[in-house]
């Protein structure tokens, strides 16, 4: 496999559909230990005064995860994402190629970088739908005895159905706000980092094929540019979802306030080191195993 298939610009949304799936699952497989970190960092409660904080870093976080939960402990809640996973990434590559064809005058048509800004942040109102209750139990998972507590839920089931019997499906969607504040600009930039430096290496080669290395490179500074708009709100959803009923009463505006008031500016982004050194490596996992399916699709479509 030296190249990739030229960028159908008519995107087909059935065809984004699959791979978009699939490479959501790659993006997990390869990214969850570094995620679990993420998430870890940005709930720690706060240290008494004298205390040391619960973890000094990233690395301090790691280590302390695996003496005192082993190596699975990285992968604490990945069930839930990598079950939603593949409808969460084929809802937002579809989503994506929707907001290219509906902005498209012709089959043929290039579209601008404003449009494939807006185009983003379509799939990114469309994939909330799964992604905010799959992060809730994503969330609550991953910090369930991070600091010794008691195990209140066994896996994303028993989360699930104690979520729902607890406030019903409002509990399960608690964050909604917040993880569309983070997706439809973050996204915005994700698809436009991956569309501009695909024709920039064309310009460069002066042809529309391009090599597999070439889009990997160029998921993987998607992936960057998506963390580095969507840290703030990532920060304020998973301590909202992970707070207790009633902690936030306003809910994302009162996480907001409350964290920069205690902890300052800076704690927006905290746990960027993980999800920095995770960026890069997960999202060219993710177009590596998109560019895999559309091959795949391609053939079969061929001797169909």
Not at 252 to 259: H, I, Q
Request: aromatic share 10%; proline share 5%.
């Amino acid at each position: 496999m030296s190249e990739a298939p030229e960028q159908d610009r008519n995107s087909n949304p059935f065809k984004a559909f699959l791979s978009g799936g699939f490479g959501g699952i790659c993006n997990v497989l390869t990214g969850h230990p570094l995620d679990t970190i993420k998430v870890r960092l940005q709930t720690m409660p706060r240290p008494a005064p004298g205390e040391a904080p619960l973890y000094k870093g990233t690395f301090d976080c790691a280590a302390k995860t695996i003496r005192n939960e082993g190596v699975k402990g990285l992968y604490k809640g990945m069930t839930a994402p990598l079950t939603g996973v593949a409808p969460i990434f084929a809802l937002c590559f579809t989503g994506y190629a929707l907001g290219k064809r509906l902005q498209q005058t012709d089959d043929n048509a290039k579209l601008t970088y404003t449009q494939v800004a807006i185009a983003g942040s379509f799939s990114g109102i469309m994939s909330t739908v799964i992604t905010a209750p799959g992060e809730r139990i994503k969330c609550l998972l991953q910090v369930q005895q991070a600091s010794g507590g008691e195990r209140k839920y066994k896996g994303m089931m028993d989360t699930a159905v104690q979520l729902y019997k607890e406030g019903g499906i409002r509990s399960l969607y608690k964050g909604s706000c917040a993880t569309l504040l983070r997706d439809v600009p973050a996204n915005a930039f994700y698809f436009l980092a991956y569309e501009y430096l695909q024709d920039k290496i064309k310009e460069q080669t002066g042809s529309e094929k391009i090599s597999v290395a070439s889009t990997i490179f160029a998921g993987g500074v998607a992936g960057i540019s998506y963390w580095v708009v969507g840290m703030p709100a990532d920060v304020l959803k998973s301590r909202l979802q992970t707070s207790a009923p009633g902690e936030y009463p306003n809910g994302v505006r009162s996480v907001f306030k409350d964290l920069v008031r205690r902890d300052g500016i800076l704690a927006l982004y905290r746990g960027v080191t993980p999800i920095m050194l995770r960026a890069f490596p997960a999202n060219a996992a993710c177009f590596f195993g998109i560019e895999l399916a559309n091959e795949a699709y391609d053939a079969i479509a061929a001797l169909l």
